[in-house]
DNA sequence: TTTGTTAATGCAATTGAATTGCAATAATAA
DNA sequence: TTATTATTGCAATTCAATTGCATTAACAAA
């Protein structure tokens, strides 16, 4: 299926390229397209963006998707294998510069990484 | 408020421990208590021992939450900071000896993790 | 043992996010 | 300019999780 390239995709991008570093929550992005575009739309997007790779999908412990902009990732070489970090005050995710380093028992292949650590931001500390 | 035991609880409990090391999702521990007890009664027990600090939960990234005994774990001391290993092929969750050490930049504090290792086990790699 | 309090349970109903079906719209190749 | 089909919006649906409430039963106190 070959993508088009639509205004609503261009909304969303925008939207995450100026969030680089702190990944949004599906709701968050519909609040910032509120009244341009349908929530279904928002998810579609997403999804068609993540199948491609060119965000990330990380799901926190309070249940809710966060979308990040690739950062450091090549077409065929993702690097999404950093932790995230969750406030519990203000709710905000980020992506921490730390790699996830594991070192997997015998005969364990690692596909992807979902490294979150929950706690209080400097804001909030 | 007080706690009572009862025989959905020891139920539960009994299926947790018989499986020390493989967090068991809702789902799972429903089906192995079909008939016994309700859908209802599973998510509040689960949530009665978590909030206890007798088991602990992961999120997995496919969106279900998992349940384990927590193991080295003291009253007021709990390490539930190891990693977990999802297999894309059996569905299987289970516990990872390696502790997650993150170094987290000034000024955050971290309160819990929830770190996820997706790929596939020896038996299905 | 009996009784009173209230935690625990089952059932039905509700919530809420995510997904799906389908018709209308619009991007893009021919 | 036209044909093809990806994309979108809207309504409806799905499905897990949660809530309300009446009933049951654990357990502390008499």
Redesign the interface.
Known sequence: MKRRNTAAKQTILDILQASRSVPLSQEDIEQKVAGKMNRVTVYRVLNSFYEDGYIHKI???D?KYYFAICLNCREDDHHHDH?H?RC?NCQKVEC???E?K?????????????????????EC?
Chains 1, 2 share one sequence.
């Not at 594991?102 to 400097?122: A, D, K, M």
């Open positions: 799901l926190a412990d249940g932790f970090f519990l921490l510069q730390e996830v594991v070192q997997l028992p015998g005969g364990y292949r690692q596909e992807s990484v979902n490294c979150l650590i929950t706690g209080y931001c400097p500390a």
